[in-house]
């Protein structure tokens, strides 16, 4: 008979499989290695395209692609109480222990951290994104995240930038926020079995083409280097609305020949992209932690980057130029990457990625701190209201009335149809058993 799992853990975010991302990357290695370690996972997103409804991924992750379309920038509209009724029935019938929320930006996320600390749950927030204090839509965003984490057990940061963000930004005391690092499969990026020519110096950049992520720099910085080396072009990777400055520009500068633009690359495919290259440029604005970088790093590629959020704990000295957000600077600093490139060992790099970063390790440091999570005492509706009142003067109100309709609403549906009534998913375990790893041909795949 099969051992019943150690948690039943819920990963709950806007963000996942068929999208490729961070964030999308980081539920899903997490969640396998999780189902690695005994544990029971089951993911719940919104529908994507005709992916509706329950669906099987490797080893077994359950997925609820719940009927919601997406509303902006792949979040859902924000519904409050909407989902009351699904979060619960998935609760009650996969038996979950710990509810797990990924990303701010998500509404789903956040609805559904709500209903479950209102069913009693313990819960668990990861921030992937900085955000800053000025602007409006930041300034809004921060209100909702000091209200979703309020009544948080753990929260958890890809970095220690990140962490003091959050904190801040939140109120949350910083003893119940964990660092745990993103981390990069090394069996799928791995470098080239033989290393580009030199005589033709490749710079990849792999990034989605918009304001955050600096493609304006890259409109000032590509043309420059052409300019000051013959010998080098750039491979463009990623789609959005700057797309079209990085044309214009290839036009202007006639650099049809030296700048290749790829469009939306597959996550399938970004390494035999990455391959072709000998330096990595990321010219991010802002950035939590940047997992492209280590998957640059992880295929042999020399990295150069804008130094900006937690960009500079990623990799060590010796991997990484490091710049400004400014074009001279960038250019100086692609102008050293170049320099030192006869040094760099692509087989060297990425036997040490693989010391330096883990999903295996990660999965293991997520297990601790659910299992602080766990230890937290259950607080009553009004200790919990109390929590609430502190997130000012007329949002604290607010918010209490929210708990307390949601509260009402939650002992309605309970009253229309008992815990009993639900009925409960069985445990099916598919693929590795406890204590396999993952193997090489463990990539995302639909059942």
Known sequence: MAEPPKLRVLMVSDFFFPNFGGVENHIYYLSQCLLKLGHKVVVMTHAYGNRSGVRYMTGGLKVYYVPWRPFVMQTTFPTVYGTLPIVRTILRREKITVVHGHQAFSTLCHEALMHARTMGYKVVFTDHSLYGFADVGSIHMNKVLQFSLADIDQAICVSHTSKENTVLRSG?????????????????FKPASVRPSTDIITIVVISRLVYRKGADLLVEVIPEVCRLYANVRFVVGGDGPKHVRLEEMREKHSLQDRVEMLGAVPHSRVRSVLVTGHIFLNSSLTEAFCIAILEAASCGLLTVSTRVGGVPEVLPDDMVVLAEPDPDDM???????????????????????????????????TEIVYDRALKCSNRSLLERLSRFLSCGAWAGKLFCMVMILDYLLWQLLQLLQPDEDIEEAPDIRLGYHRGEGLKEEDKVRNV
């Open 331 to 365: 250019v100086r600093a692609i102008e050293k990457a170049i320099s030192i490139l006869p040094s760099i060992n692509p087989e060297e790099m990425h036997n040490r990625m693989k010391k330096l970063y883990s999903w295996q390790d990660v999965a293991k440091r």
């Open 172 to 188: 949350l005391s910083p003893a119940k926020v964990f660092m745990i690092p993103n981390a990069v499969d090394t069996a799928m």
